[in-house]
Each structure stands twice: as structure tokens, then as C-alpha cells.
């Protein structure tokens, strides 16, 4: 209800514009909100801020076609957008300030668990367990947890029911995914050396 009452005052049509400004203010409307926003926005929230008729796509794509001289690009991750830094700016932003809080900070085995649970998901604590041929400490799942990387899956149907885990939309956003089937594929990163043939 606090949202219709919030939302009233939005002139999402924007009829007394001509068509072009009205594609242009929508275009603003979705940078802004982009801008805002945190985390990935999806589709069905960014459609409440522009017309009826208005294409949230081909909005995305014209918007994305005008930052393509700026130093930050949209990105979808999970089926929504976000606006990040383009990577050629990483070095400038970490000698600028100290972007460490911003950062995933993780260490290799962290990074492995992450690995092991996207290509596995859902994963019980002993399915972890099985891969690394070691216990997984409940703080290392902790602090991928607190990050938003991963989140609690499904209860696993094998006797005493565990908790699974299974990664998030944070985690697609961190990596630059928009989805699980961009995870690279198991040849993939045998090619690379990353995996055991």
C-alpha cells in the first residue's frame, strides 16, 4: 500500500513530451535507479518507472550504448541489471582510495569451496566435504554467507535432512555472470589448467 501511495506522484507516461525526450527521461529513470541501487535490479522494477509502451530492453540497450564512453557499463546478473566499473578502471580505483571493503577478499580455498558449491548446488556440508577430501569449516561457509555469496538451498533428501547451500544473485553480480550457464564448463577448465583432466 506505502508503495502505490509512493509511486502516485510518478508520471510514468510522460504524454505531454515528445517521443524522443519521453525515451530519453525513461532512459534517465532506469540510470538512476541502476545508480541507486546496490544490488541487480530486475526487469519488473525497473518497468515501474517508465510507460506502458516502453521496452525495458531496448531502453537497457540504448542506455548501454550511450555510457559507452564512460568508465562504468550495465551489466545483467540473474536476470536484472546493475551499473559496475568497467575493469580497465579497477587499477585507478584501488590507487585512488581503499577499496578493500568493497573487494571479495577471499583466499584460494575460499574461492574453491564458492567453485564447488556453484558447480554442485545444491551441496551438503558432507557433498563439500567429499570433493576436498576435508571437513569444510562452518566459519569459511559463515563468511561466504555474510558476503551474500552464497545462501541456504533446499533441505537435502538423505537421512537427517542437512541444509544445502546454493550461491545467489550477489554471487552471479561478484563474478560478472548473468547466469549459471556462463560458469565455465569442466573442458573449459581443463584447457585453462584448472582442473584435473
Known amino acids: 500500500m506505502a508503495r502505490d501511495a509512493a ?37 519488473a522494477d525497473l518497468a515501474r ?15 548501454s550504448a550511450d555510457l559507452a564512453d564512460r568508465p562504468y557499463e550495465i551489466a545483467c546478473a540473474g536476470g536484472a541489471w546493475m551499473l559496475r566499473t568497467r575493469p580497465a578502471y579497477a587499477p585507478a580505483i584501488r590507487a585512488a582510495a581503499d577499496a578493500g571493503g568493497q573487494g571479495l577478499d577471499l583466499s584460494e580455498f575460499d574461492v574453491a569451496v564458492l567453485a564447488a558449491i556453484a558447480y554442485h548446488q545444491p551441496v551438503t556440508r558432507d557433498g563439500l566435504k567429499e570433493i576436498f577430501g576435508k571437513e569444510i569449516s562452518r566459519d569459511l561457509t559463515g563468511r561466504l554467507h555474510a558476503r551474500g ?31 549459471l550457464s556462463d560458469l565455465p564448463d569442466r573442458e573449459q577448465l581443463e584447457d585453462a589448467g584448472l582442473a584435473a583432466p
Open 49 to 63: 518507472v517508465v510507460g506502458q509502451g516502453a521496452s525495458v530492453e531496448l531502453l537497457i540497450e540504448d542506455l
Open 149 to 179: 555469496l552464497i545462501a541456504t538451498g533446499p533441505r537435502s533428501p538423505r537421512r537427517g535432512a542437512p541444509y544445502t547451500f546454493v550461491t545467489t544473485g550477489q554471487f552471479l553480480a561478484a563474478f560478472g555472470l548473468e547466469s
Open 7 to 43: 509511486d502516485a506522484g510518478l508520471d510514468r507516461e510522460l504524454a505531454d513530451l515528445p517521443a524522443g525526450h519521453r525515451w530519453r527521461e525513461w532512459m534517465r529513470r532506469i540510470e538512476a535507479v541502476l545508480f541507486a541501487s546496490a544490488t541487480p535490479v530486475p526487469r
